[in-house]
Every structure is written in C-alpha cells, then in structure tokens.
C-alpha cells in the first residue's frame, strides 16, 4: 500500500492577511505552517521532506509541491500509484459545526463574534475543507484523487500517529498540546494495537491553549509568535522565575482530569488582548535582557506548572508505561526534562517531527493502519532515521563548485579523509558548514545539514552568532556527544539517549570548563546524542576531535542563518558558506575553501 501524506494550502496565507491580520510580526498566525509531504510504502517510511526546504520560504504554509513531486520522484512513483492521499487536517462538516458552536457559546463582544463566525465559515468552504483541499490538490498537481481514496485525518491525531510510529509502535500514552487544531488545542489518551483512545474529559479547547498563550508572550516580548518561543525559552536561562508568579498564581486555574482554564480566555483573533494583562504582571514593556528574562522565567514555570497538571492525570488514566509527547508545546525541551523525570512513566519520547513538519508521516500512518488488515500491521517496521530528504550525488556537487569556481577551492577525499583533516581543522577557533546525505526531517539540525566548532572555547558561541548566523548573543548552542559518553557529561537522569535535541540537561560541574561553548548561563545544554548506526562519519568525526583534543563534544547548529530554511541543495551550502564567515565546508567528500581575493 502506498500513502501519501501532504500538508499545506495554497490561499491560506492569503486569507489569514486578508481576514485574521496574519502579516508581518503575526504572519505566522495560520494553518497549514510547515507545510511538506511523506511517503509510506507498504508501511516503511521512505520518504519525507518540508517544503520550506525546497521552495527557500521559511514555514511556508504553501502546497507543497515540489515536496510531493520529490516524494514520489524518489521512489519512481506516480500519482495514479498513491493508495491512499491522507491530509493532516478534518474540517468536515460536522467538524466546522462545532467550531462555530463553540464559537458562539465563548464570552465575547457581539461583533468580534459575528467577525469569527463568518471568518471560520469562509476558511472551510475556501480553503481548508474537503472539497477545497481536493480542489487545490488537483489544481497543483494535474492530478485529480479519487475522493473515496482521500483520508482526512484529525490534526492531533496525526501528531499523536506521529509519535507512535517514530517511537517504534508500542503501545503508548500519549499527551498533544500545541496552538490549535480544528476545535481543541490538547488531547491525551492510549495507543493500542495502533487504534486511538482519546481521554474526553481532559481535552483542552483553543480558548485556554497553553501554546497560543506562549505566542502571545512570545510577541510581547518583540519576537516572532509561532515561530521564536525557543527564543523565550532561551532567555528564561538568565532569571529565575518571580515568586509569586502571576502566571501561576493568577492566569492559571488547574482543574479535574487534568483539565484548566486561564480567569481571562484567549481572544484567538486579537494577538494584542494580554499585552495590558502582561504590563499589569510585570510593568511596562522593555528591551532589555533582564526584564525579557524575568518574563520568560515566569512563563516556562507556567509552562511546567500546566504539563505537570496534565500529565498527573493521564497517569492516573492509563496503566501504559510509556509516554509520547507530540505537538509544537513538546519542541519546549527545556521543559521536557523534568516533565519525564517528574512521572512515573519509564521513557518519554519527543520525536524528530513533534511540531506540524511531522504530521505528514502521522497522517499517513493512521491512514495506513485504518485501512491495513492486522496482518499487515503487526509486520515489523524498520528503524526510522531523520535522514528523509533529498541528497545529492558527485555530479550535482561538482556542477554547484564549478558554478562559484573563481570564489572557492575544493579538493575530494574520502571518508577517513575527510574525518581526519575536518578533526584536525575543529582543534581551532573555527566555523565548518557540514554537508552530507539525506537531508535531515524536522526542525533541528542533525548533523547532515549542521554547523560544527569547537566548544572548548568560551566566546565561540559569540562568534557563531554574530559572524555567521546573524542572531541575538543570548542564544545557547548544542553539543553532539557519542551516546554512549553522554551519561558521564551530562546529568541525563532516567534517560539514555536525546538523538533529537528534544531534551535539556545539565552539564556535569566537571565538563563545565571544557565545553563552556555547549554550555548555557543556567548550565544546562540541549543535548543530541549520535551513533555509529545513524550517522557513522559524524561519529568518526567526533571520535578522531576528541582524540586530538580530549573535549568529549562538538558545537552543532543548524546550518542556516537566521530567518531562512536549512540549507537543502549543495548551492543553498554554497551561497550560506559564501555569505557569512563560516571558515570551511565539507560538501559530501568534497573540503571547500574560500578562494583568498587577490591582491
């Protein structure tokens, strides 16, 4: 069986400019952001790619085509092949019905009402409903599905799908929560045997949505809204939360099964509506690092006070003892730590796709599972890597270099080369761009499209920054560590691995002054873990590095600057290299430098 799952609309930023006031600062206010395409043949994922990485438009919430063409181009299929077409999104009928009957029964001003009841209205019949959706997939590709062979699965369904078959399909308890879905913007249940258990009782609808609540601090604080929060969680770093809190102490209200409420409710279509609560919690807005600090501190404790609450609750509703955390609220890593720690559960898992980028692969298994005999499901599914995108070949890179022939030098080595003069070059105060294979899926570098230093040196973070990412000081860097070393670096309490940057812990008191680099002002670092079965030369790398150096990580960032994609193509790698003061670039088996100008 072949399933195909795609994410993302053609006019949805145009009506959320046009209706919702989603441009400029809010531009990210919308559905459909991170839009891409999965595959799934016969139950294995072999396929997956964003469309920002393609089209260059950072969260584009575009169709996404190029990613769709690439999926099936890389598996020499076509569109008649598709089984299944399943879509992340199910604004049914019945569906927008209840989104306007809560609408209706919110407290709000008559007028603001009408606004959204007409708005919502307009956005399915436009937009995102089922006719719209197969319109706008027939429009872009040429091709036409067959409706009957059209799965339109529920959002945080597919981030919970998402989850369970990254995590390796065991039976899990599982806790949703980011900015909103059709109706609601938390649900917890149980995967069993593949089939969904949601918890009705704990489920949180889009008025009190802890995410959309974490945006608008987000915005206050002169950041981009759903798209910065790791901004604020960075931030929170460099203050301790304020006792009393007024977050805690008077926003929040906890309640049975998990469930809570805010005492004033989120007004969804007003970005501005808390900002004079915000002033009256903490006084008039500043830009400066300490007071953004202090309001960050108070919102990731917020944070930690609600997901506690929750996930309290699902322990006390489910004998499974293994949890999955999806949604755009589980990329707050910082928080995640002490989540797990704190329950009873025996692993927690944040998977590589926990924000939308990873609802096309969920969407296409609940649709692959829905509509697959037992039989078929019970079959064991290989290990899933990151590593889904597209890679390019000698040729392609050649024909990228030969394009900057007069700016750059290159030669070719092969791995053991390149392993070692790379080692050799991160013994220094350098920055190397490093490029190989598939592209990584999901928001965080991996190590096939990373920058990597040396984190033995106090200010390159500073550099790093400042010379070549372009972004604010305060922003920490992660360490890539063997997993098999981390425990002896980091205080990784119950856990054994972070393969994905989705956890914080703290550095040992004794590495502090050997990765200061890697190491945040709180002391803490966003950890990624690495092996020789995911990404072998990398390992290799880190092995011969630690060798010369005996510092047991590496500096690993996304290799981007700030406001655009991670590089995809080897003249993405190129133009990065070329246009910030990144000092070498390994390109496949190819060590580039920069040409030096002449005199």
Not at 50 to 70: A, C, G, H
Not at 221 to 234: I, Q, R, S, T, W
Not at 425 to 439: A, D, H, M, S
Not at 573 to 594: P, Q, R, S, W
């Amino acid at each position: 069986m072949i399933v195909l799952g795609c994410n993302g609309f053609t006019r949805v930023a145009a009506f959320f400019a046009e209706n919702f006031g989603a441009v400029g600062i809010d531009k990210h206010y919308l559905l459909g952001h991170d839009a891409g395409a999965a595959l799934l043949v016969d139950g294995e994922l072999v396929a997956a790619v964003e469309e920002e990485r393609l089209n260059r438009e950072k969260k584009t919430t575009d169709f996404p085509i190029n990613s769709v063409r690439w999926c099936l181009e890389s598996a020499g299929l076509r569109f008649s092949d598709i089984d299944l077409l399943a879509i992340p999104w199910n604004w049914s009928g019945a569906v927008v019905a209840q989104v306007l009957a809560d609408i209706s029964s919110a407290p709000m001003e008559p007028a603001a009402e009408q606004y959204l009841l007409s708005g919502i209205g307009r956005l399915a019949a436009e937009v995102v409903g089922p006719e719209a959706i197969l319109a706008d997939f027939a429009a872009r590709t040429g091709f036409t599905p067959d409706p009957e062979r059209v799965v339109f699965v529920p959002h945080h369904f597919a981030h919970a799908m998402t989850g369970y078959y990254l995590a390796g399909m065991k039976d899990s308890a599982f806790l949703v929560s980011d900015g909103r879905a059709e109706r609601f913007s938390t649900l917890m249940g149980e995967i069993r045997d593949g089939r969904i258990s949601v918890f009705d009782e704990s489920t949180i609808g889009a008025e009190y949505s802890i995410g959309i609540l974490f945006s608008a601090i987000t915005r206050f604080l002169g950041f981009v809204p759903n798209n910065d929060e790791y901004k604020v969680m960075g931030l929170s770093g460099y203050a301790g939360p304020p006792s009393p809190n007024p977050f805690v102490e008077d926003l929040v209200v906890l309640q049975a099964d998990g469930r809570y409420t805010f005492r004033r409710p989120l007004e969804t279509d007003n970005p501005h509506s808390l900002d004079p609560l915000f002033e009256q919690y903490f006084g008039p807005a500043e830009d400066t690092l300490e007071y953004k600090a202090r309001v960050a501190a108070a919102a990731q404790e917020m944070l930690a006070v609600v997901t506690g609450h929750q996930l309290r609750a699902l322990e006390a509703k489910t004998d499974l003892d293994h949890l999955l955390f999806e949604g755009g609220v589980a990329l707050n890593c910082l928080n995640n730590t002490p989540l797990f720690e704190g329950s009873r559960f025996a692993d927690m898992a944040v998977s590589f796709g926990a924000s939308d980028t990873g609802i096309v692969v969920g969407a296409a298994v609940h649709a692959w599972i829905t509509h697959s005999d037992n039989a078929d499901r019970a079959r064991s599914v290989p290990p899933v890597t990151p590593y889904l995108g597209p890679e390019y070949d000698d040729a392609a890179i050649e024909h990228a270099l030969r394009e900057v022939r007069d700016r750059v030098g290159w030669s070719r080595l092969n791995d053991d080369e390149i392993v070692d003069q790379v080692a050799k070059l991160l013994t220094e105060k350098l920055v190397i761009g490093y490029y190989e294979g598939r592209i990584e899926h999901g928001p965080r570098a991996l190590g096939h499209r990373s920058i990597l230093a040396n984190p033995k040196f106090p200010d390159i973070k500073d550099v790093i920054n400042t010379r070549v990412k372009h972004r604010e000081p305060f922003r920490p860097f992660a360490p890539l560590v063997l997993e098999a070393d981390a425990p002896k670096i980091f205080e990784m309490g119950r856990k054994t691995r972070s393969p994905y940057m989705t956890f914080v812990f703290p550095v040992r008191p004794e590495f502090r002054d050997v990765i200061p680099g890697a190491t945040h002002v709180d002391g803490t670092s966003r950890v990624q873990t690495i092996t020789d079965r995911d990404t072998p030369r990398l390992a290799a790398l880190l092995r011969r590095f630690t060798a010369l150096t005996d510092v047991p990580c590496l500096i690993n960032t996304s290799f981007n600057v700030a406001g655009e994609p991670i590089v995809c193509t080897p003249a993405d790698a190129l133009n990065c290299f070329l246009g910030t003061e990144i000092d070498h670039l390994v390109l496949g088996n190819y060590l580039v430098t920069k040409a030096v100008p002449a005199v």
